[in-house]
């Protein structure tokens, strides 16, 4: 068991990270298919639920990250506003990406691939058959990849001894 708790210390970051990971992603899937059938009418709906999707799971996101992932526990306001700024800009850059790759996949079909072999393995759930499903999940790959790697080096980077020293001393 000392060896799991310490694979568990060594790894805390990434594991935790994947965890708030995974649970950004079911939050960005589940208010995409409830923004999708709830805007059913709109032509747009793929666009319009991906967009509302990305806003819901990016607020959930910056609160899990800050807290449990990079533990950021400063609740100083200047610190606060650099990272939102930071964290949205981050996130603003891979959500264009998705915003503006997942109905450009679904308008090319490629979700129809996935459709077909989905429907030959007798799965017939509602969520399965939502517009734009599997572009999202292929896209969520690259997104998640892009989005630790702004989080760690940009939005909640660590200080350097040096610089917390610097830092202090300005403060004084």
Known sequence: MGKIKELFIKYKEIITYIIFGVLTTVVNWVAYTIFVNLFSAFSQRVFIANLLAWIVSVAFAYVTNKLWVFDSKSWKP??????????????GITGVIEIVFVPLLAKTGFDNIFYSIVTKMG??????????????????????????????????????????????????
């Open 78 to 91: 200047s610190l606060v506003i650099k990272e939102i700024i930071g964290f949205v800009a981050s996130r």
């Open 123 to 172: 799965l017939t759930a509602k969520v399965l058959f939502t517009d734009g499903i599997y572009s999202k999940i292929s896209l969520a790959v690259i997104v998640v990849i892009l989005n630790y790697v702004f989080s760690k080096l940009i939005v909640f980077k660590k200080k350097k001894p040096q610089e917390k020293i610097e830092s202090k001393e300005k403060e004084n």
